[in-house]
Each structure stands twice: as structure tokens, then as C-alpha cells.
């Protein structure tokens, strides 16, 4: 006998983290992770979440650490915001759910979270899918060559490693992200009612440390946790990835421009496939929800048609 569809906010208890998570659909529907980015949250995917339930799938929506309701267990623990550290965490929440097989869709610090979590676990066979939205894979190397459009791209990164820059992210967190959020979306201006909800994430006691400590670490400027340490090592050169990925790409994006996703088939060994979608910017999901719905349940019913499809 099947419940109704779950959708109050739930928690997960990891080895650092009571994470909070939106779990929508039936349970014995097949699960899809959705992952949000920076600065963002879980409300991101609400678009993309109804269509997909419908589809037949379960839809679990965690809030990242430092983001929302989700909270560390410790006051002692090292608030890092290193990428391993979110691939770890995502790989402690699947098994806190115990989901056995599942497909993870990430956008921006979420895909590259779902990217460390699916090379970590495609040894054991229970990652189905992986898409990444407005990431490229193989991104993370702070001594990568980046084109003069991409370092003009990435002024955020650096500017917050400046102490003004870390102050205007502590005092300012709000005007910041607004304003980020109006660049990188140029051809949808996205609502203040939209912003106002996802915004009031960034009041987390953890966000500042998280995001500051996030983007240093990226470039080197911030030394990462050593519970990491050993995860980090086989992150780099980043392994190829085994099982059938999307990457979706505003083509419009001022953030990661498109070129920084091409050209990225040999760190594939599976079905690999990337799609621009035009007039689209930073942020696929809010832009463009019926379109990445769309391409979502595609993807995931191509390798096995019976994802999705709810038995009788």
C-alpha cells in the first residue's frame, strides 16, 4: 500500500551534519538527489521537483552545510567548505537514507558535490545517473588554465578573498547575492519574492564561514580540513567517471562560461552527453524549469526505461 507524497521537511544525521531535506514523492519511487549551488538553496528545484514526481520519481532536496535549517552536530568541528567536504557529505546522506540505487543532479556547488559523491560510490554500482548544471567536470584544480573570459568571470572568487571582500560577504550577505543573482540571470530577471525565500538560508550561524572558506580553499588561499586529506589525494587529476552523465549549460552563462564544459568526453567511460539551452543563464533550474524537468526524466528513463515508470 502506498503513502502519500511526503512533503514536510525531514532530517538525516551524518558523522557532522543533521541535514534538513525536502522529500517529495512516493517512497518506493525511484530517488533522484537534486543538489543546489551558491548562492542558492534547496527551494532552487521547487520548479523542477513537481514535474519529475509526476513522472513517477522520488525527489529528496537536501540544504548543504552552512545553508538553511541544516546544522553541524559540533561546536568544534572545522566549518570547511572545501568541494571534498560536500562530496562527503552527500555520500553520508544517501547512506543515511539508505537509498540502494539512486541518480544525482547537481547545479553549480551541488554538481560538483554529486561529480565527488559519484566517483566515490560507482564502485558499488548504486549511482544510476549523474547530471551537473552549469558545471563543467574537471574543474576543481586551483593550477588549471583559465581563459581571460572566464578569470573576468570569476571576480567573485578572488574578490572574497580580500578582507574587504570578506566583509562584504559577512555584512552585506544579502545585497551581494541579489546582486549576483541579477548578473547571472540576465535574460530572466529573477523575482525578489523568489530571493526573499531562498535568501533567508543565508542567515545559517555557518554560512559566512562556509562560503569564505569555500572559494579560498578553491585557489589555494585557505588550508582544507585533513579529514579530507585522503579524499582530496583521489581528487586529483580527477578520476574519469563511470556511469552515464548530462551536463545541461545556460548558453547565456556569465558565471562558468560554456567553454569551461567542452570538451570533457574522455573523463567519461559511459553514455556522456552536454546540451546548451539558449537564452539561459547561471541558474537552468529557475530559467528554465520545464525544460530541465524535461531533459531530466529523458536522461533517466534512456538507460533504463522502467526508471520512473510506477509499477501496478
Not at 532536496?61 to 571534498?84: C, D, H, K, M, N
Not at 552585506?172 to 540571470?185: E, L, M, V
Amino acid at each position: 500500500m502506498r503513502t502519500d507524497a511526503i512533503i514536510d521537511l525531514r532530517h538525516a544525521r551524518t558523522s557532522l551534519l543533521d541535514i534538513a531535506y525536502f522529500d517529495h514523492g512516493r517512497p518506493d519511487d525511484f530517488p533522484v538527489v537534486l543538489l543546489h549551488g551558491w548562492p542558492d538553496d534547496a527551494l532552487t528545484w521547487e520548479r523542477v521537483s513537481a514535474p519529475l514526481t509526476e513522472a513517477g520519481f522520488r525527489v529528496i532536496v537536501p540544504y548543504l552545510r552552512g545553508f538553511g535549517p541544516t546544522r553541524f552536530l559540533s561546536a568544534e568541528t572545522r566549518r570547511s567548505g572545501q568541494l571534498a567536504a560536500l562530496g562527503q557529505d552527500l555520500v553520508e546522506f544517501v547512506h543515511a537514507l539508505r537509498l540502494e540505487h539512486f541518480a544525482l543532479v547537481g547545479h553549480d556547488w551541488g554538481a560538483r558535490a554529486a561529480a565527488i559523491a559519484t566517483t566515490e560510490l560507482q564502485a558499488t554500482g548504486c549511482v544510476t545517473h549523474l547530471v551537473m548544471l552549469s558545471v563543467g567536470y574537471g574543474t576543481n584544480d586551483p593550477d588549471q588554465k583559465l581563459p581571460l573570459r572566464q578569470i573576468q568571470n570569476y571576480w567573485y572568487h578572488w574578490y572574497m578573498s580580500l578582507p574587504r571582500g570578506l566583509d562584504l560577504v559577512r555584512d552585506d550577505r544579502k545585497a551581494f547575492t541579489r546582486y549576483i543573482w541579477d548578473i547571472w540571470a540576465p535574460s530572466c530577471k529573477l523575482t525578489p519574492e523568489e530571493f526573499d525565500a531562498t535568501a533567508a538560508s543565508f542567515d545559517n550561524p555557518d554560512w559566512f564561514e562556509i562560503v569564505i572558506n569555500s572559494y579560498r580553499h578553491r585557489w589555494g588561499y585557505a588550508a582544507g580540513d585533513p579529514r579530507y586529506e585522503a579524499l582530496e589525494k583521489r581528487l586529483n587529476p580527477a578520476p574519469r567517471v563511470q556511469v552515464p552523465t548530462l551536463v545541461l549549460h545556460g548558453a547565456d552563462d556569465p558565471c562558468n562560461h560554456p567553454m569551461t564544459s567542452e570538451g570533457k568526453e574522455p573523463f567519461f567511460t559511459k553514455r556522456y552527453g552536454r546540451k546548451l539551452l539558449p537564452g539561459v543563464g547561471h541558474f537552468p533550474q529557475r530559467e528554465a524549469a520545464s525544460a530541465v524537468a524535461g531533459e531530466l526524466v529523458s536522461f533517466l528513463r534512456a538507460n533504463e526505461p522502467k526508471i520512473g515508470v510506477r509499477g501496478t
